[in-house]
């Protein structure tokens, strides 16, 4: 009794494993493009800021059988500033590992919102770059694109991208500074003066370097500052803003640094920060520190930072600064 | 031989039952740390870092475990209104107050005093943080 009910319960566990097991599915070869057809990426990454591009690669073909490629256009919402363009070339990768240019059509022409460009060679399968540099009239608002491609057998595909986001920021790079000399900063203007430029109502901050005490070097302090952190410097005369200042390391913003480090600033940053209770200088400054600004009147918001010094009593910085 | 195998196995699981895991009733504070029954309670090192989270210190902190002191000269030009404390204690040690983000040591006439507090939550002491410029 004891073994029949042994080889029943195998048996019911055998059947249940046979009909759980995986069924194969048959493999299908996947239907090819049956005629023109296109697609799109954006390929800058952060945030959108006026003066910089945002580039997309746009891919499109056409089988040959039914034609080829006769054009290719890009159209914004908001035309784009001086220097926007479609890429006419198409490119390779030689063995040594350099990207080679192919002429495949004319160079593209910018007519306010659209940029367009022709095909003067056969071509079934291209990708363009297409360069949109981000005009003033964009800022603070949202910007999308309509690429479209047309072939020789009269057909037309089109590809919409955005909308996108553009910052209310500006960028400012590699402001050189030196000791006694280019060394008043204004926020406003995103420019550093001397003595004889500069004016102290725009000087939101003074450049100095000191070798003694080790810990001063490279600073960067507001006119108001206690004149212990601004030895042996003559102010412009006038008022001393008293802008406030707070030491960062480690935020190596991509737009300013230009290193290895995929690492932003955006406007939700100059939004979270607050510099209430922050100092008037900051000392002991080097390369690829940084320092979060506000001025006096509250007006503007910066993120300044320090791409290089030069113990000589020198450095190079770049800003992005924020209308509050 | 089936009476006995079924002994067998009746013993095996009195035993599993008798021997089973029991759950250890571990008190816990009000911050939800484990009370120990360590009794040291002393700061062993002590860190001051600035808003760039770099040392503002000018030397090594000097830790008097006897006069329950911490001397501490910083760099020149250091905001004391913005630093961020760094305790280093004994074993199961904690620390009150707890420190959440920037301290303002900027009032040196006022040194802050954090203490220290023993594994087993019996022994407190409290440390002076003095800072010099």
Redesign the interface.
């Known amino acids: 009794m004891r073994k029949q009910n042994y080889s029943f319960y195998f048996l019911c566990f055998l059947m249940l494993t046979i009909f759980a097991a995986c069924q194969k599915s048959d493999y299908t070869i996947p239907s090819g493009v049956s005629g023109l057809s296109n697609d799109c990426i954006k390929r800058t990454l952060g945030p959108n800021i006026v003066s910089l591009p945002i580039e997309f690669a746009y891919a499109m073909a056409i089988p040959k059988i039914q034609g080829k490629l006769v054009s290719a256009q890009v159209e914004a919402s908001i035309a784009g500033a001086t220097g926007t363009y479609l890429e006419y070339r198409s490119f390779y990768t030689n063995t040594s590992g350099q990207d080679v240019p192919v002429t495949v059509g004319t160079p593209s022409v910018t007519d306010g919102k659209i940029t367009k460009m022709s095909f003067t060679v056969d071509t079934i399968a291209a990708t363009l770059r297409y360069f949109y540099i981000i005009p003033e009239e964009a800022r603070g608002k949202t910007v999308s694109f309509t690429f479209s491609a047309t072939s020789s057998d009269g057909k037309t595909v089109s590809y919409v991208m955005g909308p996108y986001t553009i910052s209310k920021m500006d960028i400012k790079k590699n402001l050189a500074v030196s000791n006694a000399n280019a060394q008043f900063i204004s926020i406003a203007d995103m420019a550093v003066y001397t003595s004889a430029t500069g004016t102290a109502a725009k000087t939101d901050l003074v450049y100095l370097y000191r070798a003694a005490p080790t810990s001063f070097v490279h600073a960067l302090v507001a006119p108001a500052a206690d004149t212990v952190y601004l030895p042996g410097v003559t102010l412009l005369s006038g008022v001393k803003n008293n802008t406030k200042v707070s030491k960062v390391f480690n935020l190596q913003d991509r737009n300013l640094a230009a290193l290895q480090y995929g690492i932003y600033v955006d406007d939700i940053d100059f939004i979270g920060v607050s510099l209430l209770d922050a100092p008037n200088y900051a000392l002991g400054l080097k390369a690829e520190a940084g320092v979060w600004v506000e001025t006096a009147d509250r007006k503007y918001k910066a993120y300044i930072f320090v791409n290089s010094v030069n113990a000589a009593g020198s450095a190079v910085i770049s800003m992005l600064r924020y209308t509050n | 031989m089936s009476k006995y195998f079924k002994i067998v196995i009746a013993v095996v699981c009195i035993t599993s039952l008798l021997t089973a895991c029991k759950k250890n009733d571990l008190p816990i504070d009000e911050d939800g740390l484990l009370i120990t029954t360590r009794r040291e309670c002393y700061v062993s090192n002590f860190e001051l870092l600035?808003?760039?989270?770099?040392t503002v210190r000018?030397g090594s902190a000097v830790i008097d475990t006897n006069a329950q002191t911490i001397n501490v000269t910083v760099?020149?030009?250091t905001?004391l209104?913005?630093v961020y404390p760094q305790f280093s204690l004994a074993t199961d040690c904690k620390l009150d107050p707890k420190i959440v983000g920037r301290v303002d040591f900027s009032d040196l006439a006022n040194p802050k005093t954090y203490t220290v507090i023993s594994g087993d939550r019996n022994i407190r002491k409290p440390y002076k943080v003095i800072i010099k410029f």
Do not use: C, H
């Open positions: 600035g808003t760039d989270y770099i000018n760099l020149f030009g905001d209104k913005n």
